[in-house]
């Protein structure tokens, strides 16, 4: 994600785009459907996930822990916790006080020594990601590291409680032994609350060591432990995504080198993976997240699996020793490039080795024997420049001489045109380059007019990877924009360009992904969430609804031998599905009236029955929210007779016609 060029939408603009009222006649169109074969194909990953761990996506969102800063590891290493009864200027006699003991021989560095002078008065809280969401009578893991120094204490007690201090659920663990030893206990709440917090106590007087603090619901996606949350995976399986590329974005590049993404640290033992902070912890001044850190308890390993749940190709970003050229621009020099290229090699390694090889062993001990079969990697992320074209070339020529069968990402910048864009298309040309990542962030016009974009892309070139798109219903890094209908809509005009050109366009993904509603920096996005529940947006039931049809096959759709790329504001493409022996159409009309289209199908197999799914809404302006998705697909099911049949497409709206 970058700061693109600023983009603004006026009313006047929209009005232009959208309302043409025609005195209350419905308009009639004429579409011949071709079923001569295009011998164009429909990729399995022509429409996938774009994670990226901005607005809370990881820790706070899809990584189910709900214990923020639980190893005390932040810059601040009390972030999130608040001692109620201890003061800064006092010995805390009448109560206790916490200091942080720090090792830097280790990667989990940091741990809290807790001092209790009055076990009536003393209590550590934690506030969880903007607060804890609980569900009543479901089961919560709670853990927590502890060394037992000193003194007499003989238990930790634990509470949830709610905003006002009222207890939710308790519970104690018996402190025994000496050394570090882990304790594990099951909250079960009495109440649902959004944002409860976590309240530790102590039985007896004396000091102990305390690490890992966490709280894990049960009740995760495949009720794995310290897994994932369950509905936010549900809804990316419900996508049927064809690839889930991670992890990220700019976080790949980090601020600065030092700060970027290394996935070697995220792998292994939990609790031994080294925290960092989050890019976007002070990436926007209209909302700065000084708490917002990565704890990796969601790493490599962890997507490569949600890749193989998911049913998608796993597609890893690596840095290309390039730092964020929107931060500090830090490059890595030539000859220092090596350990870059061989984090690459490795991850390969980790990923499709086997358990004999050093990094498959690995990945074997971790529980996965069977290797993932990762096809594809990025190098860099949103580079641009001949720094860039000079580091892909070496990664480039190790990554083919060792797997001359993973495809590679390369990338042409933040920006949809440009000179850095014409730049880096022309050097990745030259150099053969497999598939070329494209990013556009702009206004829901601009969408609508480049529905034809590929049309006239070298078919003999670098395929297209459209890895980040959204239509910004204000201004690019605004954050007033929204996920609003008309947002949504031009982007499903936009995407029957892609199908349509889908012998160029092999892979695409609307980003950001995820937005927690209290702990975002960035909008508009795909899924937003809080606590408790999440709710999809329109945009989400438009990439549904491609991503559930994409077919098998491209066929041609046109309205007087023309493609339908926006003339009369309407939008289609059409694509067979030899599997299913469905033809599949998909119309966009962004017209304020509603049309009237006659199918003349050439070439296809008879069908018998229609299946119409419309998606739409009475006002551009339109949201789904946490109270209710009024912006959803409606299907209906009817029996038509051979040859033509007419449809109605609604005003501003998206139609889906299955004919099997």
Not at 507 to 531: C, E, K, R, V
Request: hydrophobic fraction near 35%; glycine fraction near 8%.
């Amino acid at each position: 994600m970058k700061t693109k060029t600023k983009i603004f939408v006026t009313a006047f603009s929209l009005s232009i785009a959208f309302l043409s009222a025609q005195n209350g006649k419905v308009k009639k169109h004429v579409f011949d459907l071709d079923g001569t074969s295009t011998n164009i194909k429909i990729q399995p990953t022509m429409y996938g996930i774009f994670f990226e761990d901005i607005n809370f996506a990881a820790d706070g969102g899809l990584y189910a822990e709900l214990i923020k800063n639980r190893s005390f590891e932040f810059d601040e290493p009390l972030t999130g916790w608040k001692q109620s009864n201890t003061k800064t200027l006092s010995p805390n006699l009448d109560s206790g006080f916490l200091t942080i003991i720090t090792d830097k021989s280790k990667t989990n560095k940091n741990y809290a020594r807790i001092t209790v002078w009055n076990d009536k008065n003393y209590s550590l809280e934690n506030e969880g990601f903007r607060g804890i969401g609980i569900h009543q009578g479901e089961k919560y893991d709670f853990s927590f590291n502890l060394e037992n120094v000193s003194g007499n204490i003989s238990a930790v007690n634990t509470k949830l409680i709610d905003e006002n201090g009222m207890v939710i659920s308790s519970v104690s663990s018996i402190i025994k032994g000496a050394g570090w030893q882990k304790y594990s206990t099951v909250f079960i709440p009495s109440k649902t609350i959004e944002k409860a917090k976590l309240q530790i106590t102590f039985t007896g007087k004396g000091v102990v060591n305390m690490d890992m603090i966490s709280l894990f619901p049960q009740n995760t996606w495949k009720e794995r432990k310290g897994g994932l949350r369950k509905d936010l995976v549900q809804k990316l399986y419900d996508l049927q995504p064809g690839f889930l590329r991670f992890p990220g974005g700019c976080i790949v590049e980090g601020r600065t080198l030092a700060e970027r993404y290394q996935w070697k640290k995220t792998i292994g033992k939990v609790e031994d993976r080294e925290n960092l902070i989050n890019k976007w912890n002070n990436g926007f001044a209209h909302r700065l997240t000084p708490d917002y850190w990565q704890s990796f308890g969601l790493g490599f390993f962890e997507y490569l699996q949600l890749a193989e749940d998911l049913g998608a190709e796993p597609l890893p970003i690596l840095s290309c020793g390039m730092a964020c050229q929107f931060n500090t621009a830090e490059l890595v020099k030539m000859e220092d490039l090596d350990p870059y290229v061989q984090d690459a090699l490795d991850l390969i390694e980790f990923a499709n080795g086997d358990s004999n090889t050093k990094w498959g062993k690995i990945r074997t001990e971790m529980g996965h024997s069977k290797p993932f079969n990762m096809k594809f990697i990025g190098v860099g992320n949103e580079q641009w420049g001949a720094d860039y074209i000079e580091r892909y070339k070496v990664f480039e020529k190790a990554i083919h001489t060792k797997y001359p069968d993973i495809k590679i990402i390369s990338g042409s910048g933040p920006s949809p045109d440009g000179e850095f864009f014409d730049y880096g298309w022309k050097e990745l040309k030259k150099l053969n380059a497999q598939v070329v990542d494209e990013h556009y962030y702009n206004s829901p016009e601009w969408f609508m007019k480049n529905a034809g974009r590929y049309d006239e892309y070298n078919r003999s070139g670098p395929k297209v990877f459209a890895g980040e798109y959204a239509a910004q219903s204000v201004g690019v890094v605004k954050p007033d924009n929204k996920n609003n209908w008309l947002t949504a809509l031009s982007e499903a005009a936009f995407m029957t360009g892609l199908e349509r050109n889908a012998d160029v366009v092999t892979m695409t993904s609307y980003a950001p992904l995820f937005a927690h509603a209290d702990g975002w920096q960035w909008t508009p996005d795909l899924i937003w969430f809080h606590n408790l529940s999440s709710y999809a947006t329109p945009n989400y039931y438009v990439q549904k609804l491609f991503s559930n049809n994409k077919g098998t096959d491209l066929i041609k759709i046109s309205e007087n031998g023309k493609p339908l790329k926006g003339e009369n504001h309407l939008y289609a493409s059409a694509v067979g599905d030899l599997e299913k022996n469905e033809t599949i159409i998909k119309i966009v009309n962004t017209d304020a009236e509603k049309m009237s289209v006659e199918i003349n199908p050439k070439k296809i197999k008879h069908a018998s029955r229609l299946t119409k799914i419309l998606l739409t809404s009475s006002g551009l302006s339109d949201e789904n929210n946490f109270q209710t998705e009024t912006i959803t697909p409606k299907e209906e099911t009817q029996t038509i007779k051979k040859g033509k049949f007419s449809v109605e497409i609604p005003a501003n709206s998206l139609v889906i016609l299955k004919l099997k």
